[in-house]
């Protein structure tokens, strides 16, 4: 009952965070970019701004509900007098995902911190440059998040 909560936990909160990422990368981003730069920026930050806020949370719970589930499996290998002998699609699952939060961090706490910046200070060059820098690494975390996804549903169906 506990692991399929928290499996749920982890699937929602994944869910969340790439589907956040293609609806601003394919959607919000494409629709916006007839507008003037400040009222662009103004409106790309503040979706930005609360998206990353759920981001935070999906992030700290995909973790969370991740790391305890691969301690439960560690526990039962351990009672049956086995090692944990790790599927390749939870390696590939953890290092990526991992990746992508390092990147993720990277881009709330630097790029955006920048971004919040330029735009207080109507520096609409600056923040274009620094909303071009983030949706290239939203981009990249994009892939990532696809590559765990199918590499995810490929070792479950083997």
Known sequence: MIYAALKSIHLLSIIVW?????????????AVASLAPPQRLRLM???LRRFFQA????????????????GRSERQSMLWGAHLN???????MAVLGALMLVIFLFIRFALFTRLTRAVAG?????????????RRWVAVNLCLGTVIVIVTLAGVSS
Not at 122 to 134: C, K, S, T, V, Y
């Open 122 to 134: 109507a520096d609409w060059p600056a923040g274009a440059d620094l909303l071009a820098r983030i």
């Open 86 to 92: 790790l599927p390749l699609e939870w390696l590939v």
């Open 55 to 70: 981001v935070l949370l999906s992030s700290g719970l995909a973790v969370l509900s991740g790391a305890w589930m691969l």
């Open 45 to 47: 930050h503040e979706v």
């Open 18 to 30: 790439l589907g956040g990422m293609v609806f601003a990368h394919f959607f919000l981003r494409p």
